[in-house]
T-cell receptor, first 113, second 115 residues
Framework: AQSVTQLGSHVSVSEGALVLLRCNYS??????LFWYVQYPNQGLQLLLK??????LVKGINGFEAEFKKSETSFHLTKPSAHMSDAAEYFC???????????FGQGTRLTINP | GAGVSQSPRYKVAKRGQDVALRCDPISGHVSLFWYQQALGQGPEFLTY????????KSGLPSDRFFAERPEGSVSTLKIQRTQQEDSAVYLC?????????????FGPGTRLTVT
């Protein structure tokens, strides 16, 4: 079985500051890991994914995440926050070879001018 | 328009009514998923289709929920005798796992409010 824990339901940073959103996972088999972003009244958009290739994954809009097996983590970072980054972010896991995604509770990111 | 579309975008139902939610996946995508997202929560898996076959329905919360994809393209999620706890956003996603990309592309969702 798989599960995801996102530490911090709300994160607030200043424009231009580092963004760090935390995700820890639990999986009985090698995982695939994903970060999705959701803007109000919209569906989820994939930011990046880890599927057992490089452990440092680069995604869209300047985001990246590092898979650390020893820490069972897949934290999302961005060096410099932009106002347009304000949204809800979801970490998700699936088992290799399986299909369904198991999501975390989400982290709402607020950017202060 | 190459994305996943869902209709209606908003649905208000009185408790006890039946509702049907439609999903049009990306053309050619074999895999189709339904998720339920309660307010302030992450999406939760409901059911999964590969072509017309429903391979996993372990997430359907009760026998009032029924999903179908008869021709392997459009899918309908039906909820019978709606209850207030069914109020949520219902998300549909499709994917082409044959390419080994393992990405799911999400539609905008249907927001269901049961009064």
């Amino acid at each position: 079985a798989q599960s995801v824990t996102q530490l911090g339901s709300h994160v607030s940073v200043s424009e231009g500051a580092l963004v760090l959103l935390r995700c820890n996972y639990s999986s009985s088999v090698p995982p695939y890991l994903f970060w999705y972003v959701q803007y109000p009244n919209q569906g989820l958009q994939l930011l990046l994914k880890y599927t057992s290739a490089a452990t440092l994954v680069k995604g869209i809009n300047g985001f990246e995440a590092e898979f650390k097996k020893s820490e069972t983590s897949f934290h999302l970072t961005k060096p410099s926050a932009h106002m347009s980054d304000a949204a809800e972010y979801f970490c998700a896991v699936s088992a290799q070879g399986a299909q369904k995604l198991v999501f975390g509770q989400g982290t709402r990111l607020t950017i202060n001018p | 328009g190459a994305g996943v579309s869902q209709s209606p975008r908003y649905k208000v139902a009185k408790r006890g009514q039946d509702v049907a939610l439609r999903c049009d996946p990306i053309s050619g995508h074999v895999s189709l998923f339904w998720y339920q997202q309660a307010l302030g929560q992450g999406p939760e898996f409901l059911t999964y289709f590969q072509n017309e076959a429903q391979l996993d329905k372990s997430g359907l919360p009760s026998d009032r929920f029924f999903a179908e994809r008869p021709e392997g393209s459009v899918s309908t999620l039906k909820i019978q005798r709606t209850q207030q706890e069914d109020s949520a956003v219902y998300l549909c996603a499709s994917g082409d796992f044959a390419t080994r990309s393992y990405e799911q592309y999400f539609g905008p969702g249907t927001r269901l409010t049961v009064t």
